[in-house]
Each structure stands twice: as C-alpha cells, then as structure tokens.
C-alpha cells in the first residue's frame, strides 16, 4: 500500500464545509435527515454511510478536542464546562438517534448486498450497539462521563515539595532515581503522603462510579457490569476465564523472573534489605538515565529514532508536529498521564503526555508515537466505523513501537553502555509491567462482581489480590497505609473501566514482533504495517494472524515469550 503521511483533513461532503459543532440545534437537523432518508438501492446505502459516517468524524473529532484541552488545563473552569457541556447537552441526544441509524442499516435489505467480508466486523459491532442500547441509561452515561474527567482534575492538583522546589507528582518521581537514599525514601513518603490526603475523595468518587456503572449493566440486562463491559468492549474473541488464567499464567511464568531481576538490583545497589524507594535507583557513580532535557528536544530525538526504523514514521510525526498536535513536558494543573488521541476528521492524532526527562519519559513517547503510526495507517479507510479498532490490537501498535525503537536509541543515548542500560531498562519495564497487569485487572472483576462493598473489604480485597502478585526481593513492611490506596494511582479504574488487561495481551503480541524483528526487521515492520492498516475491519484473531502473530495467551505461550526476553536481557550484561 502507499504510504503517506501528509494526510489532508476529511472534506465536508453532506455537512456545510465549515460545519463547527456548537450546541444541539444546530447538529440534530443532519441526524433527521440521515433517519428519513429513503435508501432505495445499495449505492443509496454506501452514500448513506459515508454521510454518516462524516458525521460521526465531525462529532467525534469536537469531542476530543474538548477533552484534549480539558486535560491540558485543568485548572481552566470554561474548558471543564465546554466538555461537561458536550457530555451533557449533546452527547445524550445524540444516542437515540445512533441507535435509531444502526436499526434502519440492520434492516435495510440492501445491508446483505454490501461486501460481508469488508462489513462484517462493523455490522456485528452495530447488532451489538443495538442489544445494549437503553433509553434509561442515557442519563447515567452522561453523568459517567462527567464523573470519570473528575479524576484528572484530583490528581491534577497534587504536588509535592522537594527541596524548596514544587513538583508535579511526574516530575518528582525523578529524584526515585538519586544515589542519595535518604532523599529517594522522603520523597516516595511525600509523593505517597500527598495521594494519602484525597484518598477519601478518590474512594467515593470510585463508589459513585461502581453504583452507576452497575445501575448502567443492570437496565440492559446484565448481572453485573463486567459482563456488560466485555459485551460493550466488543470483546467477541477472549471470555473471563481467559482473564483468568492471564492472571494464573502471570503468577506462573512471569513472577520467578522479576523475582530474578530485583534481587539482582538489590545486589548490584549492595543494599541487604531492598525498598519500594530502591527499584529506580543506580549504583553510586552510575548517573541515572537522562535523555533529554524538554519536550522539544525528546520529540526531534524521538523523530531521528522513527526515521532510522521507517522514514514514513517520522513523517507521521513531523505532520503532528506541524499542526501542534503535542503537548509533551508536565507542568502545574494538566492532568496526569499520557495518550495518543486519534481525530478522526484530521486523521493525525494528537499526543498528551507529562515527559520530565527520565528514561521513562522515552518509553512513553515511543508507546503513543506507536499509536499514532495506528492513526495514519488507519485514516485511509472510508468509514469512521472501520477506524475504530479492538485495543488488543491497538497496544500492539504501541507496545511493539517500544521494542522496536530500542535498537534505534541512539539518538537519546551517546554510550553503548547508555544504550544497554536503557534496553535493559525496558526490558524488565515490559515484564514487571505483567503482575501489575494481573492485579488491576483481577481486582475490577472483583469490584464489579461485588458492587456493593464497603471500602473496608475493598481495601482488604485489593490487599489481598497484590499480596498475590508480590514478590520476597521487595520489602513493603511498614508501608501498609500506602499500599492500602496504591490502586488510586491508575486511572484507568476510573476513566476507562475494564480497559486495562488489553496492556497484558498486546504485551505478548508486541513480544511476538519483536522476536521476528530481531530475526527480519523488514518483514516485521512490513507485518506490522499491513496489520495496522486493516483499522477494525478484521476480527482480532484476523489481526493478530496479519502481524504474523497467534492470538494466544494461554500458560505455554507466555512462558515461550518470557524465556525468549530473559535471553534477550542476558546477552545484555
């Protein structure tokens, strides 16, 4: 396929050219006239889709831009309202007419002329859409929406103070990396004290969200939200037992190798009792990792990194570049953590992040710049509908970016010795990622089986589930008011709930890439585009098989990927 990353903004077909979304009177006559349309013909229907379809980019790509700019101020109260207002006001009329638009194409008898293999993943996804809508729920999912954003604007406010300074909770998180231990220790108790403050805020946010979320699964029908969620989620290829042996398998296979890792840094720091304050730190006379300086300079080294890999992924971001589409560096009052924001009318996405020159920092730049090649190799598809792809596959965009940049960190590090502290840096990034994976996801099933809990068995269920996927090397005694709350740092628990075991699968896919990068880049990154530039239009397994990859993560697979990257990080000692 040709590849080109000048992507030009979709034109207005069957919306006035300059079209701005504004408030609902001014949308609603353009989803009337896609209701009472007459479809005579299957040209009729495929011109009903495409108007439909421009649309849906328009309404989506107004939605997103009201969040990006939420989440780069939170402190900006008339942005907050621009996007309540959108969740509000516009979102919840939209949903009948969405769900009236998916009935009149499932009935359509021209729908069964339209190509099965190209609409099949769309069309199941539509007939799913239809089974879950619910009028009474338009209400709750508004107020959902709402509620979720609250998140980013808690943790968004706290800092801490290091040594007369204030700190965002990202940039203080660079002094875990000191040679001074003293320092590493005050600051993790600061960065963990600050979150203790709004514990109570963050668990009633979460039980108001539990209540809703469960309010929502049972007026379709569902006996509790996880069984909704996997439904909404469009997750037709995996169940929860699945999940479950994920969970298992983790244990398993993945425990005894960081087990293995950490007691070599506890070593290697010459340290007899080994600390949660200690997992980021260096020997003395070893100076931590720093990449880069500001957001500028991580993008143009990141940039010249893309352009050794594939130059087509380097000019994916010198376009994001060329429209402003990043805001990279952290800063007082923008919400925490990162992503990769597809827009669908513009087609080059737009990345978030809180980068404060740590090794880290790169990681997550390679992680959404992955997401972004996913964007423009999807933007070529003529419905939105096919754009919007499963996030199993998703995260092997991103995850599989991470593996393959490494061999192209040169432009962040000047030493080979750099270099190898780096890879190894990510390499033990992407398996102790793995219980922590397991713990987030078993700990949902839990909630969400278990609705109505208090938040004292929540918190002994949360302890109980992490005291499974801990490990001997590191010693926690005394930090139980801290691990108590420890899941409050993840925001997806309250943002995009169930959305996070996707990280574990793709992990193993991104694995998987990389064993056939290290064999034949050129094929790898050749699998790896085709895959991407499917969009949605396949099912997972489909996906999964077009990178060359088995969609599989059962105990033997995982153990077969995890003795592959334990090699790997041995050859680099």
Known sequence: ????????????????????ITDWETLEPYFKQLL??????????????????????????????????????????????????????????LQPYADALNKKLIASPFTKELDQQK?????????KNIDLFREENIPLNAELSV?????????????????????????????????????????????????????????ELYSDLIERRNKVAQNAGF?????????????????????????????????????????????????????????????????????????????DKTEECFEAMNPFFAKCLRKMDELKHFDLESRMGKAPGGYNCPLAESGAPFIFMNAAG????VTT????????????????????????????IAEVASMAMELFSMNHWESFFDSEEELNRAKEHQLER???????????????????????????????????????????????SGLETYRNISWQRQLHLFEVPFYYIEYGIAQLGAIGLWMQYINNPKQAIENYINALSLGGTKTLPELYATAGLKFDFSPDHIKTLMEFVNDEMEKLN
Not at 375 to 386: G, I, N, P, T, V
Request: charged share 30%; net charge negative.
């Open 1 to 20: 396929m040709q590849l080109n990353a000048d992507i030009k903004k979709l034109e207005h077909h069957f919306l006035p050219k300059d079209f701005k």
């Open 365 to 392: 730049m390679v992680h959404e710049g992955g997401h972004a090649i996913h964007s423009f190799l999807s933007h070529h598809l003529e419905l939105s509908a096919f754009k919007e792809y499963p996030m199993e």
């Open 147 to 203: 509620m979720q954003q609250q998140y980013g604007a808690i943790a968004g406010k706290m800092t801490v103070e290091v040594n007369g300074q204030e700190y965002t909770l990202q940039q203080a998180a660079k002094f875990l990396e000191s040679h001074d231990r003293k320092l590493r220790e005050e600051v993790y108790r600061k960065i963990n004290e600050r979150r203790l403050q709004d514990k109570d805020t963050m668990h």
């Open 223 to 299: 006996a509790n939200y996880r069984d909704y969620k996997f439904q909404e989620l469009g997750r037709f290829d995996y169940t929860k037992e699945d999940c479950f042996q994920f969970h298992e398998a983790v244990k398993l296979h993945v425990l005894p190798l960081i087990e293995k890792i950490y007691e070599k840094k506890k070593q290697k720091l010459g340290l007899e009792n080994f600390r949660p304050w200690d997992t980021e730190a260096e020997p003395e006379g070893i100076t931590a990792l720093h990449p880069f300086e500001t957001g500028k300079e991580l993008l």
């Open 430 to 476: 992407v398996i102790t990622i793995f219980p922590w994976i397991a713990t987030i996801d078993k700990f949902q099933h839990w909630v969400y089986e278990n609705p109505n809990h208090t938040i004292e068995k929540r918190t002994a269920k949360w302890n109980e589930i992490i005291e499974e996927f801990s490990i001997k090397a590191i010693d926690v």
């Open 358 to 361: 740590q090794m880290g920092d």
């Open 36 to 93: 009472e349309r007459e479809i005579s013909s299957k040209d009729d229907l495929e011109k009903w889709l495409k108007d439909m379809s421009e649309v849906e980019a328009a309404v989506s790509e107004d939605a997103c831009w009201r969040q990006i700019r939420m989440t780069c101020d939170t402190t900006d109260k008339a942005l907050e309202e621009a996007f309540t207002y959108f969740c509000m006001e516009i979102q919840p009329k």
């Open 119 to 127: 609409f099949f993943t769309y069309l199941r996804s539509v007939k």
